[in-house]
């Protein structure tokens, strides 16, 4: 008998340290809460109640969504809750093809006031953005209403996001905006080059966002960072095709928050029409927001028309837009101690390096360091075009030759019209 009670022992034993390892993590699977998982069924409400449930447990209750196909009509998984939240999803969710189903919802999926969440699971959030995307006025007006976000994360903390697909989002993939502390990692973001206002990751007047380890292909901005950022990291990402990383656009709002305190480092562009830029529209109301404590390095540009990009004068509209927006005045957004270190590659136009400044707001404070971006055509050089540039740094391997006029620091005085580069384009 000596064996039998070793062996129930054991068994005990290990049932008590099962339950010890899962106290305060329960688990809610959607099929319990009546999920149909047919792809056609609109699962939206049994997706609410498993949440609801959750939510109101201590401790780390776990939302499990199995495999299968999971329609969703818009839902906000709304907080406070009483534990961290996990949504575990291994299945894939889609979006309603016809617009009406939004009700005027402005997002698909909505994460609203929670503190302590983990998306992960392998799983998909299919935004069947192709039904919509030729409705989508955005690129042509400049009053356009918005098609809906796939993925918002609004006034949350406390947020990571990996291991998940997002898939042809009728708008932006992801928004974060008045949130804190947010991780995206290894996640995969896609839609085609030509679907319209696509952009991967947008972040707005939040802090602490880390983006790692991720790859976008996108039709506009793989990353683009709004009014009110401060302390955004990304490594690790890849970005093509696409827009590239943008800080902006900027300036077109009264009242707009400052954008400081953002690294990109240890990422890849391919094919996209821009790599790194920072985007201001003419004009604004003064005092203008400042765009200020951003670092670009080791970034490789593999055939891409605009590696290295600051526009002052950007607008996206038709010509007749553009030439109304020309007539206003230069920007007031102010730029200040951006550097950009160790970029590499091959640039698909000649242009490689071009700094746009504002001629109410110049920069300064600007940093070449180590570039070399070799024109796709062979035996033709690369060229740097600069304006309005209160001076700056520029050393190491540059290729092209920098456009910075580098000054005495004591001479960089933003004050002293005589100081700035001020003709249109050099070199």
Known sequence: MAF???????????RWCLQVAHAG??????MDFGAIADGETDDSKAFLRTWTKACASPGRPSVVVPKGEYRL????????????????LAGVLRAPDDLAAFRGSHEWINFASVDGLLVTGGGTFDGRGASSWHLNECPR??????????????RVRNVTITGVTSLDSKFFHVIIIGSQDVAIHRVTIRAPRDSPNTDGVHIQASSNVRITDTAVATGDDCVSVGP????????????????????????????EQDVRGLRVSNCTFAGTANGVRIKTWRGGVRPGSVVSGLVFEDIVMRKVRNPIIIDQEYCPYSSISCRHESAQLPSVVKISDVKFKNIRGVSATQ???KLSCSGASPCHGLELRDIDLRYV?????????????????????????????????DSCNESDPSRLLTSEFEN
């Open 4 to 14: 039998p009670l070793a062996a129930l022992f054991f068994l005990v034993t290990a």
């Open 25 to 30: 993590r329960q688990v809610f699977d959607v």
């Open 73 to 88: 009509h818009p839902v906000v998984f709304r907080g406070p809750c009483k534990g961290y939240m996990e949504l575990r």
């Open 141 to 154: 007006n400049p009053n356009c209403t918005p098609l809906p976000v796939s993925i918002k994360l609004g």
């Open 228 to 255: 009110g950022s401060a302390d955004i990291t990304m490594s690790g990402v890849s970005c093509g095709p696409g827009h590239g990383i943008s800080v902006g656009s900027l300036g077109r709002r009264p009242g």
């Open 351 to 353: 242009v490689a390096v």
């Open 377 to 409: 055509k062979r035996g033709v050089a690369t060229e740097s075009r600069c304006a309005n540039i209160a001076g700056g740094i520029a050393g190491g391997t540059l290729v092209p030759p920098s456009c910075i006029r580098v000054l005495p620091t």
